[in-house]
Every structure is written in C-alpha cells, then in structure tokens.
C-alpha cells in the first residue's frame, strides 16, 4: 500500500464511502501543504509588518523620487490632526475619501484617535515602531524565499506545476472558459472526473499568484534595498524608479489580499472541512454525481 | 458532503476571530521580549553576509541626469541644530568650523572648509532613501573620505569611522541625544562616500547639515550623518554612546542600513 506522499497527487486513494456518491482522493503533496501553510502564517506577518512600514510614510508615488513635496497617487493623511477629533482620509488619484477610524486616523496607544496610516489592529507590531517592524519583514522575508524556493523547486521537478497547474488546450478554448464563468456565477460546484482537476479559472488564478504576483513582491522589495540597487541598477528600470518600486509593492500586496479573500470563499463554497481538510492530510472526497 | 450549520458557522467564525486576536496579541509580547527580537535579528545578519558578498566588487549607485534632481530635498530630523556653540559658527559662516580627525590614525588633524575645499572634489547625482519610505535626489560634491583617510594614515587596528554631529534630537542636556554614526572600512573606501561640503551646485544648505555631511550611497538615508564635526577612527563601537554605532541604532535600527 503506497503512503501518501508516494501517490501522485489526483490518484483515488481509497474505495468510495457512501454507496457510489462519495470517492476520496489524494489531492495535496506534503510539500505543496507544508509550503501552503507556511505560506499563510508568513505571508499574513509579512502583510502586517509591511503596513506597519508603510505608516512611516503613508505616501505613494511614482517614479524614481517622492518625498512630502511631491505629489503622491494615494494618500492617507488627517485633515486636522491637532483637533481632539481628527477627521482621517484616503486620497487617491484626485478623490478623498473619509475613513476615520481606520484609514489616516484610528486609536492609538492611549485609545485616543491619531494620525496613522493603518490601524493598530492591522499592523505588527500594533504599535508604531518601525525599526520593530522592519526587523520583522526581513527576517521573514528570507523564511518566504525560501519556502517559496522549495515549492518552486519541488513542483518544477515532481511535474506538479505541468500537471496540476497548466490548463489543458481544451480548458483554454473561449468556450470552455465562458462555460466556466457562468459556473462560477452560478456557484455551481464540479463533480466527478471534473472535481478531480483544478478548473481553468483556478489554474489560471494560482500561476498568476505563483508566477507573477508573489515573484514580483520579492523583487519590487529587493529594489528597495540600496545596496542591491547599486548591483542591479537596471531592475529598477524596469520597474520605473524607487517610488514606483514601493507602489507597485503594495499593490502586489493588495492584490495577494484579493486572491485570499476570494480564495477563502471559495473554500467556504466549495466545503470547508473538506478542503481545509485536504491542505492538511491530503486526502480530498469528491462527490460522483452531479447534483444540480 | 458536510453541510455547515449556521451555529456551526457561528462557532468556527468566533474560533477564528479569536485565534487572530491570540496570535496578535502573541506577536507584540514576542516583538517586546529582547531575545525574540535578537532571534528575528538574524534576519538582519543574514541580509548583511549577503550583501557584502554580492557586493563584494563594490558597483556604484546609480547616478542621475540633472534633469532627475527633486525640485525640494527634504530635510528629516534635525533643520537646526540647537546648541550655541554650532549657531556661533553659523553666524560667520563656518569660518571658524574644523573637522577634527582623531583616534587610531597615524596624523590627527584638524581641517577648515577652505581646506576641504582645496583637496579633489567627487560630485555625484544620487538618491537618498530614508528608511521612512520616501527618496530624494540631489547633486552632491565634496571629499571623498578614502582620500581623507590615506591623508591622516589609519591603523591596522581601525575597523570603523564614525561621525560625531552637532545636532541633538532630544535636546539632551548630557549629550547622549547627540547624533553620530558609524561604517566600516568596506564602505568608507568606496568610491562614492563622500564628505559633502555642496548640495545642488550651492555650499550645503543648514537644514541638510552645513558645513558637511557625509553620503554613504548604498545605505539609507540615517547613516548619512550631517552636521560632522568629529571623524574617529576606532576598533570597537560598544563604548560610543549607546554602544550600537548610531543614534538610531541605538533606539532599535540595524547599523546595516544597506536594506
């Protein structure tokens, strides 16, 4: 009898349960659950940390330089930060917005409203202290590469990323990804054969995590540094000067926080026990018949 | 198939509110304990081993075209230091200002601005980034501190230059509010640090820290001491001050501010 971590991931593991409704297969290597929840703890510091950062200069702007005299695209500032009730806003390119109690203005470490970016309870640590907060970032931020490294590794040579994550030429043409669309509108769930695979808007949605976003938050954070930047000069470049480097970090960043929240309502869709359930043992059930 | 109840719900929604709550709450006690704080440290360690051997054939910053120079340099910390004794030399323009070079050298020295003035210039179209977020970029000019080192002859027991400033953060009345910073020899050597007398084609403006201030192009913007007064040569950091080579170092920053 193969163990777990033996089996290709997708191969039926045991005989179905429940008559012919129910059938249980192995979904998850143990490196791709391991390096998922490693993922979740780090990258949840790593975000809270980096706000944490961002309060030292809840500015944003684009090009090579940006400091309180030039213009920033988003903005999160106090209109009257002295008052005993100061209003708290987000501007962003052109439009305000007031956001009192969370953006630009939220309690602070007397309980008292103050002037910060982000609110206490989204940052690490809670309160203002930015030296804390980067030794934080960096230290995870190698724990990150490396379990990124693993994964990345890992997948490339056991063909997980070819089989798992590739759409198939038939998942690609526009009908099947129109079909799939209405699906998800409809919050119809696959079942059978279909439920063994990743749909084409999944596969999609994890090489772009995996290949674009997360590769892009290590390096717009690299370009940070300027000591790597007297190495690399030409990566900075590319990205289009310091400041657009820190812009498009944090909207990288943003958009990881999008794929989550999509991602764990989906999870939530599709069957929470059974799919938290499967990130933890591997083993995944998937239901033989259709139901409407 | 497992169907959720909606108390089940309730009940997982609660549980994981209430694990984030634990896991905040964690994370500040941890990041208040110091030995916690020395273990997330290592991270630190590690980015400067690997930066120094990435950077072992010291590549230079990236300079600028004039056409990139921020239309206002922001001034951070200190715009005026506060102490008489640097207002009186403000007053008459440092005329009366020298840097004094001491500690493990073979000459100490003591030099004026027309003196710096005299020796070979460096001019430079950099970036300055504070560890705050925000960049700026200016035109400096002045005395590349190699030149100024191979003049007063350092030990072989010198491992580190710091910089003794005039201005004091918190006004303290004994001193230790003084700022000073610290780098070591792999950076005083390179190319680009420089002493700069001259900001943006001008003599270098009080509020960015006339008569001199140091620029160390591959590190943030606080290892940039301005206001110099004092150049030492020494061994160790642990008796300067707070013992971690810096006034910022020594309230919590890495003294590798290459990151």
């Known amino acids: 009898m193969p163990t777990d971590s033996t089996l290709p991931a997708g191969s039926t593991r045991s005989a179905p349960r429940r008559g012919a409704s129910r059938e249980v297969i192995y979904r998850h290597s143990v490196v791709v659950r391991v390096t998922h929840w490693v993922s979740v703890l780090v990258i949840s510091l790593l975000l809270m940390s980096g706000l944490q950062i961002f309060n030292a200069h809840p500015r944003l702007y684009w090009g090579a330089y940006g400091a309180d005299a030039d213009k920033p695209w988003l903005e999160m500032a106090a209109l009257n930060p002295d008052s005993d009730r100061p209003t708290g806003v987000l501007r962003v390119a052109g439009g305000e917005l007031r956001t009192t109690g969370v953006l630009g203005v939220s309690a602070g470490e007397s309980g008292a409203f103050t002037e910060r970016g982000f609110p206490r309870w989204a940052t690490l640590p809670g309160a203002r202290d930015l030296a804390t907060g980067r030794r934080w970032h960096f230290f995870l931020a190698w724990i990150f590469v490396a379990n990124g490294l693993v994964y990345l590794l890992v997948g490339a040579l056991n063909g997980h990323f070819r089989r798992d994550l590739a759409p198939t030429g038939a998942q690609l043409r526009p009908r099947s990804v129109l079909a799939e669309i209405i699906d998800h509108i409809r919050f119809r769930r696959p079942a059978g054969e279909e439920a063994k695979h990743y749909n084409v808007l999944q596969k999609l949605t994890y090489l772009a995590v995996v290949f674009v976003l997360l590769p892009l938050m290590v390096l717009t954070g690299l370009t940070m540094s300027p000591g790597i930047d007297s190495l690399a000069p030409w990566l900075l470049d590319l990205l289009g000067g310091r400041q657009s480097a820190r812009s498009i970090h944090f909207i990288t960043a943003d958009l990881i926080v999008l794929f989550v929240i999509v991602h764990v309502v989906e999870v939530f869709i599709a069957g929470v026990f059974n799919e938290i359930g499967s990130m933890i043992t591997g083993s995944y059930a998937i239901r033989t018949e259709r139901h409407p | ?259």
């Not at chain 2, 840097?99 to 179209?125: C, K, N, W, Y």
């Not at chain 2, 004091?168 to 509010?177: A, K, M, Q, V, Y």
């Not at chain 2, 700069?196 to 820290?209: C, E, F, T, V, W």
């Open chain 2, 1 to 259: 198939m497992i169907a959720i109840q909606p108390s089940r719900r309730r009940l997982l929604a609660a549980g994981a509110a209430s694990l984030a709550g634990l896991a905040l709450a964690g994370c500040d006690r941890l990041s208040a304990s110091p030995s916690f704080q020395q273990f997330i440290g290592s991270g630190e360690d590690l980015t400067f081993d690997a930066q120094r051997f990435l950077l072992a054939g010291q590549p230079l910053a990236r300079e600028f075209p004039a056409s990139m120079i921020s239309p206002v340099f922001k001034s951070n910390g200190t715009s005026m230091p506060g102490s008489d004794e640097y207002q009186a030399l403000a007053d008459k323009g440092f005329a009366a200002w020298r840097l004094i070079v001491e500690g493990l050298v073979a000459r100490p020295s003591s030099f004026s601005l027309d003196d710096l003035h005299r020796m070979p210039a460096r001019t430079q179209i950099t970036r300055h980034d504070c560890v705050e977020g925000w960049s700026a970029i200016g035109r400096w000019s002045g005395v590349p501190l190699g030149y100024l080192l191979r003049l007063v002859g350092i030990s072989p027991r010198a491992r580190y230059v710091v910089f003794r400033c005039a201005d004091d953060l918190e006004n303290s009345l004994d001193g230790s509010g003084l700022y000073y910073e610290s780098i070591d020899l792999f950076d005083a050597f390179h190319p680009q640090t420089i002493l700069a007398h001259s900001m943006n084609g001008r003599p270098l403006p009080i509020p960015n820290g006339a008569p001199l201030r140091l620029r160390v192009e591959r590190q943030l913007g606080y290892k940039h001491a301005k206001y110099v007064m004092r150049i030492q040569l020494v061994d160790r950091m642990d008796r300067l001050q707070g013992g971690k080579g810096g006034y910022w170092e020594d309230r919590g920053y890495e003294w590798y501010a290459g990151i």
